[in-house]
């Protein structure tokens, strides 16, 4: 069965740095799109970033756009998050997705989600 694994979270002050990885198993995701969302308590889970299956076509919301880069390995089957200048309004359950198509990720095409990893800024 196909799993999305993901690790890095944990407590950090606001300007900190993190990365998150997002590691596949049970098969490989390399030709599809992935991607990163998150979720604040008492809030919807919300899009971050994405990428194709190259790592290209990057996409980032405007809140972490400037401070945040998706990378990948595929040789890895691994997904990063690179997280800098971190903010108290980051604080989040961070989620990895894989979508069904190579090029683009959306809350419809998405197929595989990670159980999440905890990200929290202290201010």
């Known amino acids: 069965q196909a799993q999305l694994v993901e690790s890095g979270g944990r407590l950090v002050q606001t300007g900190d740095s993190l990365r998150l990885s997002c590691v596949a198993s049970g098969r490989t995701f390399s030709n599809n799109a992935m991607g990163w969302y998150r979720q604040a308590p008492g809030k919807e889970r919300e899009f971050v970033a994405s990428?194709?299956?190259?790592?290209?076509?990057?996409r980032y919301s405007d809140a972490v756009k400037g401070r945040f880069t998706i990378s990948r390995d595929n040789a890895k089957n691994t997904v990063f998050l690179q997280m800098n200048s971190l903010e108290p309004t980051d604080t989040a359950i961070y989620y990895c997705?894989?979508?069904?198509?190579?090029?683009?990720?959306?809350?419809?095409?998405?197929?595989?989600w990670g159980q999440g990893t905890q990200v929290t800024v202290s201010s």
């Open positions: 990428c194709d299956w190259k790592g290209g076509t990057r």
């Open positions: 997705a894989a979508s069904r198509h190579a090029a683009a990720v959306a809350l419809e095409t998405i197929t595989t």
